[in-house]
């Protein structure tokens, strides 16, 4: 299964977005959606599962649920928005991490690109950094992977130039 990973659109979706995640089963947004129309333009694309973040309304927090647990391909997936990094979690992540024992730790908010195993709770932790204009770093991101009965393969960061409007 081909997965599409982002997260920090903050109202924003273009067609760069678009076509870097064409041809994924799924996609999967780690919060701060900003606006639906941004999750109806992805639906296009794909299924999505998303959650919210802490910029998001409350129509979208109305949509999405703050925390998202399922299985897919035999893998344990947990999505949130304000997770941390390792070794510096989020209050009460860790102790859930280890409790959980995900596969795939699944967070945003940082707009800093993480792809790590984490010995902490035995699994894989992805922060795909940040795909829209909002914040301060220098390149727009988002991650595609495989998901396998064995795990993640063909992981791919996707880097956007960030246009800086002079208006």
């Not at 333009?41 to 794909?46: F, G």
């Given at each position: 299964?081909?997965?599409g ?7 924003h979706?273009?067609e ?6 064409d041809?994924?089963d ?14 109806d ?6 299924p999505?599962r ?5 910029i998001d309304s ?5 949509e ?6 399922f ?7 947990w ?10 979690f ?19 908010h940082?707009?800093?690109l ?7 709770f ?23 992977f ?9 992981l791919e ?5 960030r246009e800086?409007?002079?208006?």
């Open positions: 299964m081909k997965v990973l982002l997260s920090d659109t903050h109202s979706i273009d760069k977005i678009v076509k870097h995640l041809g994924c799924e996609i999967w947004h780690a919060g701060d959606i900003g606006d639906l129309k941004v999750t333009e992805l639906e296009k694309i794909a999505i998303a959650v919210f973040g802490n409350a129509v979208i927090r109305a999405f649920p703050r925390n998202l647990h299985n897919v391909m035999g893998k344990r997936v999505i949130t928005h304000i997770g941390g990094r390792p070794p510096r989020a209050p009460g992540i860790l102790s859930n991490l280890k409790e959980k024992r995900p596969d795939l730790f699944i967070c945003g940082s707009h800093i993480i792809a790590k195993w984490c010995n902490e035995g699994g894989i932790h992805l922060n795909p950094g940040a795909a829209g204009l909002y914040g301060n770093h220098a390149v727009r991101t988002l991650m595609r495989d998901l396998k009965d064995k795990g993640i393969e063909n960061i996707v880097e956007i130039k800086l409007s002079l208006q």
